[in-house]
């Protein structure tokens, strides 16, 4: 259970979800094509996740499956996976996936979730601790945020190996304070 | 629009900014979520009271106007949630801060505090303060693993005549180089007005 | 107290594995005469010249620093245990051989500061190095390959302090979205379900810490 200050959590649940209303609702805002300040009983609109999973619950409303996984998509990821631009599809694929599965009843999100991550999290390993960050600037486009996470968590941790290795000044200015001395130099 | 917008720009500065980094706060836009908290409750408010004009039970009844507190309602929790979170991980970082420079803020800091996180910073500062002198103990030294006790450093900053904690002076003039006892230099490196030398 | 230097990540830095490294014993040959030290993690010489003795790694180095002694290398750093390790390192594809905990800090700490007591110095660092590639690229292998696709862990025998230190925010992330992801309430499968109770069992055969 994620925390309740996790900002990679609060932008997850801001994912849009289309759903249908089963009710009417009276004294909002949410629907752009209404002209009053209600909602009909089958309006379709497209709701942020932390709205529309309570609706959902409640049978205001009902949750469908967002388009970032829908058929084409778990398709390209069955053929090739590693190439597949998750990022503009969705920043929070992973995340938003396990929060979406058990909602909308899809059995197979889970077991397509976990295979999609097999695939790439190899050749994200293969890439990380090899070469240089610019060279591989075209796979870090295509990763969600979780997936850039594990990037750099290999990267960083190797490369802090590196400058152990190389030895020097053991004691640093504060990062917090930002990089303006090194210009005035 | 829909409801919850603007707090999510506050996360979304949160998540955009360098880790570690302070952002200046965001007062317009924190302010601007308050108020669209007040209208929600306001909205809600009046709901209730159409359906107790209507003499209906607010607590059983479950129809349109009761839909629409609900929604109102949520939108207050989530918008709670992200101002809530924009000031926890802002203060999480000031926290870190009081490690790394002592109880005096940097200029380049001070300016992108609201008035509450000054306050905050000074009083953890003090908290950690007295904690420290209880323990008597100088936890805030040897964050990294210390070598020597002495350290060679070049000033990089004018500071003139400068009182060290172990009761030397030193006439600091930009560019000397001096050897230093670590956990006098420590402090002066973090800010960046001294550099370590090796080799 | 993990990752003081840096509190957003869970791991060491370099200079504090070095740091616990420096608690490993050593054996110098003093040049000098000095009374036995008592300390709090132990008492060490008395010292005499030419009388070797054991003392903790950052002491030979404070002492050697001083010109107080000579620090003799570990046996395993000799050219020929060396040669023969990085053979089998390179031999066995997913085998680790068995070297110190801590020989990648011990070893550079003895380039650093006492490179003179060495002998075939530049043997010895270049075969380190291979042999620290060598195993790099094994760990890397070895995690691409979870084989099952529920591993919520992956058992690597004989990796040393700073090969783990290296790997750890990679791996304790990857495994984490693994276990997520496939978690019984997204992964419907009836096996995992009724496997769940014989796995309790699987924990008492825990092998022991690694001790040092």
């Not at chain 2, 952002?23 to 302010?31: A, C, G, K, Q, R």
């Not at chain 2, 209730?48 to 839909?67: F, P, S």
Request: aromatic fraction near 8%; hydrophobic fraction near 40%.
């Amino acid at each position: 259970m994620a925390s309740y200050y996790d900002i990679d959590d609060i932008l997850v649940e801001e994912q849009r979800v289309p759903v249908a209303f089963q009710q009417a609702v009276n004294g909002v805002d949410i629907d752009p094509s209404a002209e009053t300040h209600c909602v009909e009983p089958g309006s379709k609109v497209e709701l942020p996740y932390w709205l529309a999973h309570e609706l959902h619950l409640r049978k205001v409303a009902k949750m469908k499956v967002p388009a970032c996984f829908n058929q084409r998509t778990k398709l390209e990821l069955g053929a090739d996976g590693a190439s597949v631009d998750l990022r503009s599809r969705c920043l929070y694929f992973y995340e938003f996936g396990c929060k979406i599965a058990p909602l909308v009843g899809d059995r197979d999100m889970g077991s397509f979730l976990l295979s999609a991550f097999r695939t790439r999290y190899q050749k994200i390993l293969a890439k990380a601790h090899n070469a240089a960050f610019t060279a591989h600037s075209k796979l870090l486009s295509y990763l969600t945020k979780e997936e850039t996470n594990l990037y750099e968590a290999a990267q960083s941790s190797m490369a802090a190996f590196k400058k152990w290795r190389i030895g020097g000044p053991r004691f640093e200015r504060a990062s917090v304070l930002g990089r303006k001395r090194k210009e005035a130099n | 629009m829909m409801y919850g917008t603007k707090a999510i720009q506050l996360v979304k500065e949160i998540a955009n900014g360098e880790k570690g980094q302070l952002t200046p706060f965001s007062s317009d836009v924190f302010s601007e979520v308050i108020a669209e908290c007040s209208q929600h409750f306001a909205d809600l408010r009046s709901l209730i009271r159409k359906m107790q004009e209507a003499g209906l039970d607010v607590e059983t009844t479950k129809n349109e106007d009761h839909y629409g507190q609900l929604i109102h309602h949520l939108s207050l929790v989530r918008n709670k949630r992200c101002l809530m979170a924009y000031m926890y991980n802002r203060a999480e970082i000031l926290r870190n801060l009081v490690w790394k420079v002592g109880s005096e803020i940097p200029e380049e800091i001070q300016e992108k505090l609201s008035h509450s996180e000054k306050e905050y910073f000074k009083k953890h500062s003090e908290a950690l303060k007295s904690y420290m002198s209880r323990v008597v103990l100088e936890l805030a030294v040897d964050m990294v693993p210390p070598k020597d006790p002495y350290i060679k450093v070049r000033v990089l900053d004018d500071m003139g005549e400068v009182e060290l904690p172990s009761d030397n002076t030193a006439n600091f003039a930009r560019h000397s180089m001096h050897f230093l006892k670590r956990t006098d230099a420590e402090k002066y490196i973090s800010l960046g007005k001294m550099e370590e030398l090796t080799g | 107290m993990a990752g003081q230097s840096d509190p957003n990540v869970s791991i060491f830095s370099g200079e504090e594995v070095e740091f616990m490294a420096e608690d490993e014993m050593v054996e110098i040959v003093p040049n000098m005469r000095m009374e036995p030290l008592n300390m709090l993690c132990g008492d060490f010489g008395p010292f005499y010249p030419q009388m070797a003795t054991q003392v903790p790694m950052w002491l030979a180095i404070a002492l050697k620093k001083r010109g107080k002694c000579t620090i003799r290398p570990p046996e395993w750093m000799s050219v020929e245990n060396l040669t023969q390790i990085l053979e089998a390192e390179r031999e066995s594809q997913a085998a680790f051989q068995v070297l110190p905990f801590h020989y990648v800090e011990i070893s550079s700490l003895l380039f650093d500061y006492a490179s003179g007591d060495i002998p075939d110095l530049y043997m010895v660092r270049s075969l380190i190095n291979d042999i620290r590639d060598a195993r790099f690229l094994k760990v890397e292998s070895s995690l691409e390959s979870f084989e099952d696709a529920r591993s919520s862990a992956v058992k690597v025998k004989n990796l040393s302090a700073m090969e783990v230190n290296v790997v750890r925010p990679f791996v304790g992330r990857a495994l984490q979205a693994f276990y997520k992801h496939g978690s019984p309430d997204l992964v419907p499968n009836p096996e995992a379900m009724s496997a769940r109770r014989p796995q309790a069992t699987d924990n008492i055969q825990r092998r022991p810490l690694r001790r040092r």
